[in-house]
Structure formats: structure tokens, C-alpha cells
């Protein structure tokens, strides 16, 4: 099997069968050379597994790193964990051979950099006489399993040093810049570079270019430009081995949508230290692969921070871990790290740590990380007594009477394209047109989700949802409202059958009085105290809905703090029916409002139960039926309680509304 | 009249009435005002003779009372069993209602940490960035703090991107010690896509006292895993990183769908990562007014959505606020 997945079978090939292939680079994935066939080095025998010859079968961990730790992004920063892990010595990167010659070789490249804050290190070393060409084997298959592509020994070796130590490079061709210098600057306004994946971006002042005597040649640390990459014919290379400041690159790389390797450690912010190891490990393998030789050096830096010193306690550490780690093994951890420890415990922190390492809490996470799994389950010991709040507990009342009265919740976005209140709260970007304003009532999510639910074919349904709204103005944030809304399959009966089962349940007697919204069936909306109930309007869906919303803060307000005892046993109730017939803009909540006034508190309920329309009431009139029962809870009524009650009932009705009592 | 004899033939007729009419026609033969017994009751003129009558009057009269309550309940049983019908039938169906997902998984986080001792907080979803980011230790630069991330109305105002700004305002408001769960509404500025909406729920827990210990926090969240995904459930810890806690470690739960040998859900590792804590930092405890020496705390956070999915199956968010009630029945 190929890298890519094809399968290599026999097959017929000009009328004979061919039972292999020979592959080149490329079919390999190995690197980019499809102009043959891989010849290897020192004729292996055939039938030899190719991963015994190059060092192909390594395993690859696929490690995940935190934005703290771009020291790890490197596997000499990983080896450092590991030696830790298993108390091991972890040697120093090998440079021999690959440093600088010295200070008398200084300044034989031209190098400036106008600007220290966003380069505070640039180190420039120059190579005649390199011979490009294909890396070996080895270092292309590391690249390979790192992810990337080999592409010649040149740019291979700042590759392979990037993921050896984490510090990024760039070659040049320095016979393509203009007056053979580099500037480290701001671009000007209105420069562009084409960068090596071919675009041409526009640069603005607040881009770090590496400059020529004319013009950018480089990105600063995320990409350079075609007309200063190395080729086949480069035969003179600066190598930059710098450090660039992380804020500047992460704008830049955001900005353009250009992520890199580089740009990509850059803006987690990379040691200015490990510049010279990385200049170092670099030339040495320049000289090795290339044949070059070392023409000179410049380096440019500001001041390099300081190591930080935290004062640090290891009882501080273990009592905020919950183990006891013995003083040795917490020296031992922090020492194999890097940080110098001394007999009174200051913490001296390395320089690829500076920025993450400031304070104690940092050196105890150190510690603590390499122990993680011993650290024992133990929970709080002094902790308090805990219930829900009143308005919780009565939040998950009205869930459960909604629940109850056989509705199913839903979960509808917060955001909408729209909003009926033109003072609705609106984000000025918002991801897109239709989630751009917070809603301040719920109708839109139920009207939207019985309709999906109907156009799947779904039946019986009762939605609702338990949710905040956003009410305006912002001053300067918003009121935040939990609203209960829902929506009924049937029309008004249901929905208001629905609001009167929540009012039981949480012991509110409502009142209804008769409203118009504009979302409404014009005749069919009725207000209460706490929100509103009605019919949609026809307009708005298909079929008969019945939907409605209730504000919480309104709702709880009035539900009662603790329920008295009232004796509706002892003394048994008098029913009967009493049937009036009055004008038909009479509500029914009026005449029983009428009669509570009327009859007292021995009117114990007075329940509409029949509306008639017809000849034996008359044009303009209705006759509404009511059941009623009278108790008192001190004494039994008598007929004659009875017939006085209903007496003060009749007269009052007659009175207000010019009610008739009906046989 | 014999006596014995009398009542040996009444007895063997009460015996062999096999209907309530056949009784009630004996009964009137043997104790119906022209019945030989109450005709001998009536002209019984010694005490003796008079009781032994009375006596078998007695006991003919249970006898009659017994055998027909016996036949009346045969007769029911008789009528009740013609009435037997197909049972497996369903029944009258009350409407029912369905309570959503993420409301039963909400209810589950809120009473088991009311049961360790935790208050629940709702907190406000429109935050300004000084809760939500400055005083949770991200600086100006921070990446969540871009526009890219989370949505803002205006330049200090923000839809929370976490709950954990309703702990920053339940610590200013008090003294520690402080135990508190928030749930809730938050928003990123996400694509819709399967695993991605750009309002979902978190719960993220709050625990500041002295003495407080990364060990609490491992055991307060093994009890939570435990709780969610089996008793038999492991917990594991690495390390993470968070402006808000320092140390910082990442939940992962052993996988309750392979027990560890490795499926697509745990992407063969045998652990599912479930969401971010630590200790809280010591400068978001400054930040409210709280000594870091005095004090310590742990802090975490984890999706709803994600709770719900992994442990339900649910393939896709968008489920959750599509709200089909086909989908909605099934919990």
C-alpha cells in the first residue's frame, strides 16, 4: 500500500504481468523528486523491508501542547518532560562545530533592526559556497514524520531545527537582496509581498517585515518572500536565526489569515535565548550537508530579560495538592525542568519559562503535574447546608404542571433575525443576519417549532418553553426576564386550559380580562397578571393555536408563601345551578366577580359551565350557566342560608348588568 | 311434624337451587307464612317445642342467606366474565408531555451538588467583559476576548461565553467560603455544525475555602462522573491550561461505551475528555477581594450538551434546538 492508500497489485503492464513497481520519492512521500526512480544508498539486498533501510517505521506521538508551553513545541522540549517522567539525564543539544567563531567575525553581515520591540534578537549568518541538493535520507523521513515536506538540504535544516528546538529560521538567498542587507522593520504603508505560497498581501504599519535595502523580503516570522527564497542556483545563504515578539506576529498572522509552523510558535512567544542554540545546531548542519563554509556573523539584540526568581514553599505546594511530596522529590522535579533551585527556595526560572513561571502558584503546578494521579479523592471538609432558591424550586413547578398538563419543552435560540420591540437589543456583528437580535418574548421560538414539528407530520402538539428574555434598555445591561411560553394545538380552550393547570398549581386564583394583540386572533386574547393567553392570529400558522406567555417575576410575586388549612369537610356545601341571562359584552368573570362582592365569603365557587345563544334569551343576549356551592367552615348551611345567598347574588347581577336569572 | 325430617328436606333443596328465583321459591315453601314450619310456630303451645322450632327456623334462615349470596356472586362472576376483551389493548392516553434533555441533565447537576452542599446560581447571560474576562485573570490579549470568539453589544458588554462570571459576583458579594454551582445559557461565536451551536449549557462549579486541595477537586469530581456515567467509572487527570486556575488539569471519564478496549467515542484511548479545571488562580481570588494565603479553591467546567450526548448517543447539537418531537419523546 501507497502513503496516499493505493494498493499495489499485480497487474498487466504492456501485455505482461507486473508484480511490483519501482517509486520514486514522491509515490513514497518522502520528498518532491519524481524526475526517477529512489535509487538507496549501498545496494541492500532485494526483498530488504524499505523501513530497515531508511528510518521510516518510527511511531509518531500525536502530542496535544497548551498555548503556555511553546517551549514543547520541539521534541528537545518534550525530551526534557520525559527525562523528568523517568529521572533521567537529558544531554544538550549538539552544536560542535556549529558555533560562532567569535566576536572578530561580527559584523560582515549587514544586518539592522530599527525596531527592538517587535525583534529584540536577530542573529544573520552568512554561507558561501553551499551546494543545495536533497537532504539525506534520515533527515527527510524525520521531517516526513513530523509532518512536513523535504525540499532541499537548505530549507530542510531550518525545518528540522524548528522542530528539534522550537525556534523558527529562515534562509535567504542573499544575492537576491538589494544591497546585500537586511532591515528589520514596520512596513510602510501601501507595501506588499508576494509570499512563497504565491499571494500577494498588502502590508500595514503594523506588520514586522525583514527588509532589504528596498523592500520586505520576509514576513517577520511567518513567511518569506519568492524573490529571496533559496534555490537550485543559491550558492551564498543568510541564515536569520532571530526572535520576534508574539502580540505582533499573532496581528499580523490573524490579520492576513496566514498561519504557519513559525507564526504559529511566534505568538506563544519563543525564548530570545535559545536563538544562538538554534543558529548553532543549524550551522553545524549547514557545514555538514552543504559543503558550505561560514562566512560571518552579526547579531543585533536588546537587553534579554532576566530569569525570574519566585520565592516558592514546598508545604505551600503539598497543601495545595493534597499529597506530602518530600522536599528532594519536589528540588528533583523543578531541577530536571531546568529551574535552578536554591537551599532556601528561590525558584530560578529558565528562560523558556519566563513567561509562563512568574509566582508560586505557577512553581506549584510544576510539581503538582507530575503527580497528578496520586493525588488522592477527598472531598471539602467544611461545607455548608445548600436548597435550591424559592424562584428555582418554583421554576421547576411551573416545569413540572407544564409537564403535567402534557406539553414537551423546547429549546429555541436566543438570538433571532428580529424582534417585534423596535428597542430589542441588537449586536452590532452579529455571526449571521439571523441571530442578530436578543428576544423579548418567547412567541417566535414556539410559533417557529410547531410549525417545523407540523411540516414533519407530528400530531398532538404542545410545546413549551422555559426560558429568559431581554428587556431593553441596556443601562447598561439588559433586564433579564425568565418568561414560561407556550403553544397549543386546538386553540384558546386549550392554551388558557393549560395557564388555569399552572395558576392550581402554584395556588394563584388568575383574572382574565379580554385583550388585543396583534399576534392574536382579535377576539380571542385574554390578559391576566402575570402575562397573557390567546388564539394566534390565523395569519401566523395553519390550524387552530392556542399559545401564551407568563413572566416568572410577575407569577412568583403572587404565589403564596405558605398555604393555611381551610375546612371544606366538615360542614358539607350546597350546590345548585343558577343559569342569567345578560347582554352579550357581559363576561362571565364580571358577574362572578359581582357575586364575590354580593354574597360573601360563603360563596364558595362559582363555576361558568354553559354558555347559551339562542330564541329563548333574545337577540343582544346570553345566558351563562354557573354551578355554585355555598359552605361556610363554622356551621351547616341552611335552605334557607341558601335561598338568602342566592337572593344577594340575583339582586347584584340584576343591578350591575341587568342579569336575569333563568329558571 | 317432624322436625328432622322437615329439615333435612329443606336442606337438601337449598342445596339444589341453582338459581336466586329457585331459592326465593324454596324459601317460601319452607319459610313463607303458609310454610309448614311457621304454621307449627303458630300453634306451638309448649316452650320447649316452641324453641326447637324457633332453632330450626334459625338456622334454615343462615342457611337460606348463605346459599344465596353464594349464587348471586356465581351469577357476577358469570356476567363479569362474558365482559372479558383484549387487554392488550392500550389505554385512554392523558396528553403527555416530555421534559427536554438538557432540562433532566440540568436537574441532575443542580441536586447532586445540592447534595454535596452547593448553592445553585443562574447569573446573568449579559455579561460586561470586566466579570467575564478581566477579573478571571484574561488579559486584554487573550484570544476568547475577541470579536472572532464571542459576540458583543457593544465595546464592555457581552453575551457570556462562560457561566463562571456569576462566581466572580457571588465571591464580591461575600466572605468565602463559598460553594457554587452555575448553570446555564452561554454563547460563542461558533458555525452551526454537528458538534458546534453557538448557544449551548454549561455547568461550572466554585469551591473556596481554606484548605481547599486539588485532591477536592479530584473527589468532588469523581463523584460527579460517577453519578452521570456508572459506579464504576474512573476518573483521570492531566495537566491543562486555563487564565482562570493554575494548576490547571483536564476531566477525563474511563469510557462507559467500551470499558476502556477502545471505540470511536473515546477515539481509542479508553477516555473521554469531559471539560477544564484547577485550582482557582491566586489573582482571581485577589481579584475579589479574597486572601490567596487565607484561602484556596477549585474550579470547573463542563458542557451540557456534551453530558447529554455522550451518555445518551446523541449524534448531533442540533437536535437540542430543533426540537422535534419525535426526538423529544424519546427522554
Known sequence: ??????????AKLRGEVSEGMILSER???????HSGILVLDDGPEPGTPLADVLPLADDVLDLEITPNRPDLLSVYGIAREVAVIYDADLAPPDVSGGQSPGPGRNGQVDVQVEDLEGCPRYIGRLFENVAIGPSPAWLKARLVAAGMRPISNIVDVTNYVMLGLGNPLHAFDTTKLDESRIVVRRARKGETIRTLDGETRKLEPTDLVIADASKPVALAGIMGSEDSEVDESTTTVLLEAANFEPLTILRSSERLGLRTEGSGRWEKGVDPYLAETAADLATRLILELTGASFAGETEVAAELPERPVVSFRPERANALIGLELADKEQRRILTGLGFDVTKDWNVIVPTWRARDVTREADVVEEVARFHLNEVPFTLPLRRTGARLTREQRLRRLVEEALVGAGCSEIYT???LPDDADPNALRLPTPLTSDQAVLRTTLLEGLVTTARSNLDVGNEHIRLFELARVFLPPA????EEHWRAGGIVQGGFGPAKGVVETLHEALKIEPSFERTQLPFLHPGKGAAFEAGWVGELHPERLEGEWGVFEVDLPALFARVPERLVYQDVITFPALRQDLAFSVPE?????????????????ELHEMRPFDVYRGDQVGEGRKSIAFAVSFQSPERTLTDEDAARLREQIVSALAERFGAELRA | MDPNALETEAQSAIAAASSPDELEQERVRYLGRKSELKQALREVRDRESGMTLNALRERLETAFAGREEALRGAELEQLLGEESFDVTLPGAEPPRGHYHLITQIRREVEDIFVGLGYEVVDGDEVEDTYHLFDALNMAPGHVTRSPLHTLYLNGDTVLRTETSASQIRVMESREPPVYMVSLGRVYRRDTIEAKNFPIFHQVEGL???????LGDLKGTLLHLCRAFFGEDQQVRFSTDFFPFTEPSVQLAVSCFLCNGAGCRTCKYTGWIELGGSGLVDPNVLRNVGYDPEQVSGFAFGIGLER??????????????????????AQF
Not at chain 1, 475 to 478: A, E, K, L
Not at chain 1, 585 to 601: M, Q
Not at chain 2, 207 to 213: D, H, P, Q, R, S
Open chain 1, 27 to 33: 509515490e513514497l512521500e518522502l520528498g518532491q523528486d
Open chain 1, 1 to 10: 500500500m501507497l502513503p496516499g492508500g493505493q494498493k499495489l497489485e499485480a
Open chain 1, 475 to 478: 443601562d447598561p445591561r439588559p
Open chain 2, 307 to 328: 453530558i447529554a450526548m455522550l451518555r445518551h448517543g446523541v449524534p448531533d447539537i442540533r437536535l437540542f434546538w430543533e426540537n422535534d418531537l419525535r426526538f423529544l
Open chain 1, 413 to 415: 435560540t436566543t438570538l
Open chain 2, 207 to 213: 469551591a473556596v475555602a481554606e484548605g481547599i486541595t
Open chain 1, 585 to 601: 359584552g357581559v363576561s362571565a368573570a364580571e358577574l362572578v366577580t359581582a357575586a364575590r362582592e354580593a354574597a360573601g365569603p
